[in-house]
């Protein structure tokens, strides 16, 4: 495969709560995205029913992919194929997705990070265009990260920056499928749900109705001031020049933004290095998804096709 021979992408978003499915036709982000349920994922065979939705979509879409990009919301293998852990979709766990869905799809499959698509996405297209040294934290039914240094995704050992999953607090907070007293149990839309339950509002106007209910503000004070707290660590850990917040937690109606960059501003080391924080709010939504899997997939052709040189070209002319 080379990159000429590139015209459709097939790029999916799999979450905790739903599974996006969407197309980049010549190089262009369309319009027209199909959401189906992640439910219909959690059984015996989760690749095959995998298969079966996207199959639907391409039908409706009309288009027959030349390659998928597909996120996983969790840790993948060094070898790119191997879904280690997805805490908020299990039974994806231990299967090598990207071999096991392109067998059954007949075209390639790449499956990355969730949070490395949408920061390239962003890096390309939205808040972090022109920006060198990036740190996108995501708050989600997860939560997320990546890093972002020269265009590049910092990779660690594998999975670096799978933060919801770092030891957090010392309450015994518990979720399904987490484990205890993870940084998820207490800042993600999972643990937002566990909050509404607790007050009996609807989890999309909690940040609304604080603002008139003393119990729920202080349990909404706490959330933010803990979301702040784990910025704040992963700033001190990467020294990013640009930050960008994102993610459906943040996207709520009466989500105390301002108050979340003040927070951040006194938990981050910025005062004691002297240098400014740069607070960017993500902006394209699912379309840094697209965006993102549209990097992806040049990357991936390229590396079968062009000398580095040539392939760090072709990325730096995406849109």
Not at 188 to 194: F, I, M, Q, T, Y
Not at 197 to 212: G, K, L, M
Request: glycine residues 14%; negative net charge.
């Amino acid at each position: 495969m080379t990159l000429g021979s590139i015209r459709s992408i097939l790029v999916v978003d799999v979450g905790g709560t739903s599974v996006k499915c969407g197309m980049v036709v010549d190089r262009v982000p369309q319009a027209g995205e199909r959401l189906f349920p992640s439910a219909l994922l959690r059984n015996a065979d989760p690749v095959g029913s995998f298969a079966k939705l996207v199959r639907e979509f391409c039908v409706e879409a009309g288009l027959t992919p030349d390659l998928m990009v597909s996120t996983v919301p969790g840790f993948i293998d060094t070898d790119g194929d191997r879904v280690l852990f997805a805490g908020n979709v299990p039974e994806l766990n231990g299967h090598r997705l990207a071999s096991e869905l392109g067998a059954l799809l007949g075209f390639p499959v790449i499956i990355e990070r969730d949070s490395v698509l949408v920061l390239a996405g962003e890096a390309i297209a939205g808040a972090a265009k022109g920006a060198d040294s990036v740190l996108g934290l995501f708050f989600g039914t997860g939560v997320g990260g990546a890093f972002l240094q020269g265009g590049e995704a910092f990779r660690g050992g594998g999975w670096a920056l799978e933060i919801g999953h770092m030891p957090f607090g010392n309450e015994g907070r518990a979720l399904e499928g987490l484990r205890t007293d993870c940084l998820e149990t207490y800042v993600s839309g999972r643990a937002l749900e566990v909050i509404a339950a607790r007050h009996s509002v609807p989890v999309t106007e909690v940040f609304v109705q604080s603002r008139r209910n003393p119990g729920l503000r202080a349990d909404v004070d706490r959330f933010v001031r803990d979301q702040a707290l784990a910025i704040g660590t992963a700033v001190a850990l990467f020294s990013p020049a640009t930050i960008v917040l994102g993610g459906g937690v943040c996207a709520i109606e009466g989500f105390p933004r301002r108050q979340l960059e003040e927070l951040v501003a006194l938990r981050a080391p910025f005062a004691e290095t002297g240098r400014p924080m740069d607070l960017r709010w993500a902006g394209l939504g699912w379309r840094a998804v697209l965006y993102g899997g549209l990097k992806a997939a040049y990357d991936y052709a390229a590396a079968r096709s062009m000398p580095a040189s040539q392939a760090k070209q072709e990325r730096e002319s995406l849109p």
